[in-house]
């Protein structure tokens, strides 16, 4: 009998390894990559088109649900998740999200935010949807969407579909085609100060300065509600609404309101027009 507390702890240690392994195997594998070559397909290189913008989703998956309908009614060529779609990035958590966005008929590219990589350093967001620093084509566009949770623009960017030699940020904003930066935490601005990256804010300055006409716009969540600003002339779309309790800020222009963004691509040039959903 005096060794029935170490049968049982033992056995307890084995069960939740088993339940560990069978989630890590369970977890879909890099679901951006396939999301990606959707939209591809659909897009070709069209010039002309439209897609949608939100963030922030965790703790309220019907509100998330709904929003991302109310998104995919606008009939977009896809949306673009600005992070946080967990609270903190643990495995078992990624089962809800995942089903909602297979559930949505216009696909989803999804960045990682800062709750997203609280566990292990991202190691579940990175097998469920893939590389944390990616960009890809879609229509004449090109998306470069940055992990900037620790507060760096650093990182070698793969292309999705995987393939080619991963490449810095610089030589990716300095080609021909337009480019839309994405990240989940937006840099400061003159009129958006809280609950920013202040110090992704300078060298994105520069970037800009240096590459601004090929910029198009920097679509950012991580803020709950709505704001639109600019920095160095390039616009700021920030759209943190999809479902996370709601956060008052003091900038100028902010709007405290659950929400998604529909922006609209005419050749190089893009416009946005914001969608509340109360």
């Not at 393939?163 to 021909?176: I, R, S, T």
């Not at 920095?231 to 222009?253: R, T, Y």
Request: hydrophobic share 45%; with cysteine; proline share 7%.
């Amino acid at each position: 009998m005096k060794y029935k507390p170490v049968f049982c702890a033992v056995f307890l240690l084995v069960c939740i390894a088993c339940a560990l392994l069978w989630l890590k195997h369970d977890l879909p594998q890099h679901l951006n990559s396939t999301t990606v070559q959707q939209i591809q397909k659909n897009l070709n290189d069209a010039g002309n088109f439209t897609f949608a913008v939100l963030g922030d989703s965790m703790d309220n998956p019907e509100k998330f649900r709904c929003i991302l309908a109310a998104a995919a009614a606008q009939a977009p060529a896809f949306i673009v998740h600005a992070g946080d779609i967990t609270r903190f990035g643990s495995a078992r958590e990624f089962a809800g999200p995942v089903a909602i966005l297979r559930a949505c008929p216009v696909p989803v590219v999804v960045i990682p935010g800062n709750h997203d990589l609280e566990t292990e350093k991202g190691r579940f967001f990175e097998q469920v949807f893939g590389p944390l620093d990616f960009y890809f084509q879609a229509g004449s566009f090109r998306f470069i969407c940055i992990n900037n949770v620790d507060d760096v623009l650093d990182g070698s960017f793969i292309r999705l579909p995987e393939g080619d030699a991963p490449q810095e940020l610089e030589g990716l904003v300095a080609g021909k085609a337009p480019v839309c930066i994405v990240m989940h935490q937006p840099p400061a601005t003159a009129a958006i100060t809280e609950h920013v990256s202040v110090p992704v804010t300078a060298p994105l300055a520069a970037l800009l300065q240096k590459h601004g006409p090929g910029i198009r716009a920097i679509l950012c969540g991580h803020i709950h509600g709505y704001a639109a600003t600019e920095l160095e002339g390039v616009p700021v779309i920030i759209s943190g609404g999809a479902g996370a309790p709601l956060q008052d800020n003091k900038g100028a222009g902010f709007v405290r309101r659950f929400n998604f963004v529909l922006v609209s691509v005419r050749g190089r040039s893009i416009s946005h027009t914001v969608h509340f959903v109360d």
